[in-house]
């Protein structure tokens, strides 16, 4: 339903899922950029394909994420209360090399079709999902170890699924 190359990597941190343990995993959508973002990253992480699954999802560190996820999006605990959060990482400059500066929107548009994709399924799940609009751009970068100042890649969004909380 997007006629354009999928360009948004998505960065998880897992904190209860069946079948995957805690940790920070990274969902490469285009195949092209794998190498790229491997080695734009830190070194320190451990590239692991998740077994069994047809997914391009790979373990960079296991662990408890549940307070840096929650920190990365402006201490909102949503993002390490639920099942999982992620942040949606834009293949920034190689797309707009590619499409010139109207690619900027169409970045966009690829991370609004994504969280709609996860508000629907978390639903048909029994869960729910929300958009995180806040979060700390420049420290996910840190986080992942890309360099400050390169624009190669991108935090354009974030997300997070679970149980729903009523706000009263």
């Given at each position: 339903?997007?006629?354009?190359?999928?360009?948004?990597?998505?960065?998880?941190?897992?904190?209860?899922?069946?079948?995957?343990?805690?940790?920070?995993?990274?969902?490469?959508?285009?195949?092209?950029?794998?190498?790229?973002?491997?080695?734009?990253?830190?070194?320190?992480?451990?590239?692991?394909?998740?077994?069994?699954?047809?997914?391009?999802?790979?373990?960079?560190?296991?662990g408890?994420?549940?307070?840096?996820?929650?920190?990365?999006?402006?201490?909102?605990?949503?993002?390490?209360?639920?099942?999982?959060?992620?942040?949606?990482?834009?293949?920034?400059?190689?797309?707009?090399?590619?499409?010139?500066?109207?690619?900027?929107?169409?970045?966009?548009?690829?991370?609004?079709?994504?969280?709609?994709?996860?508000?629907?399924?978390?639903?048909?799940a029994?869960?729910?999902?929300?958009?995180?609009?806040?979060?700390?751009?420049?420290?996910?970068h840190?986080?992942?170890?890309?360099?400050?100042?390169?624009?190669?890649?991108?935090?354009?969004?974030?997300?997070?699924?679970g149980?729903?909380?009523?706000?009263?």
């Amino acid at each position: 339903s997007f006629p354009w190359p999928a360009r948004l990597a998505l960065v998880l941190f897992v904190h209860r899922v069946e079948e995957l343990a805690p940790g920070l995993y990274v969902l490469i959508r285009d195949p092209d950029s794998f190498e790229r973002l491997r080695r734009a990253c830190g070194g320190d992480f451990a590239w692991e394909r998740v077994a069994g699954d047809e997914l391009p999802l790979y373990l960079l560190r296991a662990g408890d994420l549940r307070q840096s996820a929650a920190h990365l999006s402006c201490q909102q605990a949503i993002a390490g209360q639920g099942a999982f959060s992620l942040g949606m990482l834009a293949d920034f400059d190689r797309t707009l090399a590619a499409d010139g500066a109207w690619a900027y929107r169409r970045l966009f548009w690829e991370a609004g079709m994504i969280g709609q994709v996860l508000y629907l399924e978390a639903t048909a799940a029994g869960l729910a999902g929300t958009g995180i609009g806040c979060y700390h751009d420049d420290e996910v970068h840190d986080l992942l170890g890309l360099t400050a100042g390169d624009t190669a890649w991108q935090s354009l969004y974030h997300f997070t699924v679970g149980g729903a909380l009523e706000d009263g």
